[in-house]
C-alpha cells in the first residue's frame, strides 16, 4: 500500500489527530518505499525526519520524557519523535515493535496508542 491509498483505509472518526496521522504514516510509507527493508533504525529515522519536512510537518527529534511515580522523576524516556506537539513517534525495524511505526521486512506497520492523562 502507498501513503496515498492510506487516508482511504484507516479514516475512523474516533481517533484524535487523525489528517496528522495520516500525514505521518503517509511519510513512513514513502521513506519504506523508496529505501525497502534491511536498514539499521538510524537510516530510517533519518529518512522519516526528511520525509516529515518534506509534508511540512513540525517535529522534534530524541526528546528527553520523565518518568514519574508518585510525582517525582525517576527516570528518563529519548522519544525519536514529537510531531506537531501532539503525537508520539517511536519507530523500530524488523520483528520489534513500537508505538506507531514499524519498517519490517515486507512493509511499514503501524497501530496507534491513545494516552488521555
Same mark, same amino acid.
Given at each position: 500500500?502507498?501513503?496515498?491509498? =492510506?487516508?482511504?483505509?484507516?479514516?475512523?472518526?474516533?481517533?484524535?489527530?487523525?489528517?496528522?496521522?495520516?500525514? =505521518?504514516?503517509?511519510?513512513?510509507?514513502?521513506?519504506?518505499?523508496?529505501?525497502?527493508? /534491511?536498514?539499521?533504525?538510524?537510516?530510517?529515522?533519518? /529518512?522519516?525526519?526528511?520525509?516529515?519536512? #518534506?509534508?511540512?510537518? #513540525?517535529?522534534?527529534?530524541?526528546?528527553?520524557?520523565? =518518568?514519574?511515580?508518585?510525582?517525582?522523576?525517576?527516570?528518563?524516556?529519548?522519544?525519536?519523535?514529537?510531531?506537531?506537539?501532539?503525537?508520539?513517534?517511536? =519507530?523500530?525495524?524488523?520483528?520489534?515493535?513500537?508505538?506507531?511505526?514499524?519498517?519490517?521486512?515486507?512493509?511499514?506497520?503501524?497501530?496507534?496508542?491513545?494516552?488521555?492523562?
Amino acid at each position: 500500500m502507498d501513503s496515498k491509498g =492510506i487516508k482511504n483505509t484507516i479514516k475512523r472518526q474516533d481517533l484524535l489527530y487523525p489528517e496528522l496521522s495520516y500525514k =505521518i504514516v503517509g511519510s513512513a510509507f514513502d521513506v519504506y518505499n523508496e529505501l525497502g527493508s /534491511g536498514h539499521s533504525e538510524k537510516y530510517y529515522e533519518k /529518512g522519516l525526519a526528511e520525509a516529515l519536512s #518534506k509534508n511540512n510537518l #513540525k517535529f522534534k527529534e530524541q526528546i528527553s520524557f520523565p =518518568i514519574k511515580y508518585n510525582n517525582k522523576i525517576i527516570g528518563r524516556k529519548i522519544l525519536d519523535f514529537l510531531v506537531e506537539d501532539k503525537i508520539v513517534v517511536e =519507530i523500530k525495524k524488523g520483528n520489534r515493535f513500537s508505538n506507531l511505526i514499524n519498517f519490517g521486512n515486507e512493509d511499514v506497520v503501524f497501530k496507534r496508542i491513545i494516552n488521555f492523562s
